[in-house]
């Protein structure tokens, strides 16, 4: 269940775009699962692998595969400012949670 919804979150990133490991988890409700994230794309097949970056859009892998995650994100579209991504352009928004709204005050207890 849980490698599940990180595939899902991840295969709802869209070509041009993309999220970091701490996005993704969030957005398949696992705050603070990065590791996780990256434990499933190892694991996973037929996953657009390419789109998930470390945090600040830095491609954390190294090597070939490094040159690679570049490669593919360019052929997308997706920008590059120095050796990170253009998150402020190219970060899928709607992978985040939405924010709650105001929260309502507690009534005071009928014990008092």
Do not use: N
């Amino acid at each position: 269940m849980t490698r599940l919804r990180i595939e899902q979150a991840i295969r709802a990133i869209p070509r041009g775009k993309v999220s970091t490991y701490g996005g993704v988890a969030r957005a398949a409700g696992f705050p603070g699962a990065a590791r996780l994230v990256a434990r499933v794309l190892r694991r996973g097949f037929g996953l657009p692998w390419q789109r998930v970056l470390g945090a600040g859009g830095e491609i954390k892998l190294t090597g070939d595969s490094a040159i690679e995650q570049r490669l593919r994100l360019e052929a997308e579209g997706v920008r590059f400012r120095g050796r990170r991504v253009d998150l402020k352009a190219h970060e899928f928004k709607s992978l985040l949670p939405k924010k709650a709204g105001p929260r309502r005050k507690k009534r005071p207890s009928k014990r008092d």
